[in-house]
C-alpha cells in the first residue's frame, strides 16, 4: 500500500553538497514517522535523521550537524540536505516510515519502520 522511492544519489567530492528526496505514495508524508537511514560497505544499517509532523526531528551524532531532514509537501516527500560530505558518508542511503507514530519509540531504530525504499547510492571521492 505504502510505496517509498528514492532519489538524488550520486557521485561528489569530499566537501561538497548532495541532496536526497523520498517520495511516497500511498499516503500523506506527514502522517507517517519517516527517516533516513545508510549502509556503508561492512557495516550495519545506521540511522541518521528521522522526522514526524507531531515531534520534529531526530539525527544521530555521527553526521555532526551537517545534515538536515525535512518535508516537500508538493511532492509528497522527505528530503535529506546534506553538508560538508566526506569519505565517512559513503554507502546506500534507505527511505523508511513507520505506520503510526506509536511505533516511533526509536526514531533511530530500524524495527521502528515498516516500509522501506530500495535505497539509493552516495559517494563521495577526495
Known amino acids: 500500500q505504502v510505496r517509498l522511492v528514492e532519489y538524488g544519489g550520486g557521485s561528489v567530492q569530499a566537501g561538497g553538497t548532495l541532496k536526497l528526496r523520498c517520495e511516497a505514495s500511498?499516503?500523506?508524508?506527514?502522517?507517517?514517522?519517516m527517516a533516513w537511514f545508510r549502509q556503508a560497505p561492512g557495516k550495519e544499517r545506521e540511522g541518521i535523521a528521522a522526522?514526524?509532523?507531531?515531534?520534529?526531528?531526530h539525527y544521530t551524532e555521527s553526521i555532526e550537524g551537517r545534515f538536515t531532514v525535512s518535508y516537500d509537501t508538493m511532492r509528497n516527500a522527505m528530503n535529506l540536505q546534506m553538508r560538508s560530505l566526506n569519505t565517512e558518508d559513503i554507502g546506500m542511503y534507505y527511505c523508511?516510515?513507520?505506520?503510526?507514530?506509536?511505533?516511533?519509540?526509536?526514531?533511530?531504530?530500524?524495527?521502528?519502520?515498516?516500509?522501506w525504499g530500495q535505497g539509493t547510492q552516495v559517494t563521495v571521492s577526495s
Open positions: 523508511a516510515a513507520a505506520r503510526s507514530l506509536g511505533d516511533w519509540a526509536n526514531p533511530l531504530d530500524a524495527t521502528s519502520y515498516r516500509f
Open positions: 500511498g499516503i500523506g508524508v506527514t502522517l507517517m514517522p
Open positions: 522526522i514526524s509532523s507531531a515531534r520534529g526531528t
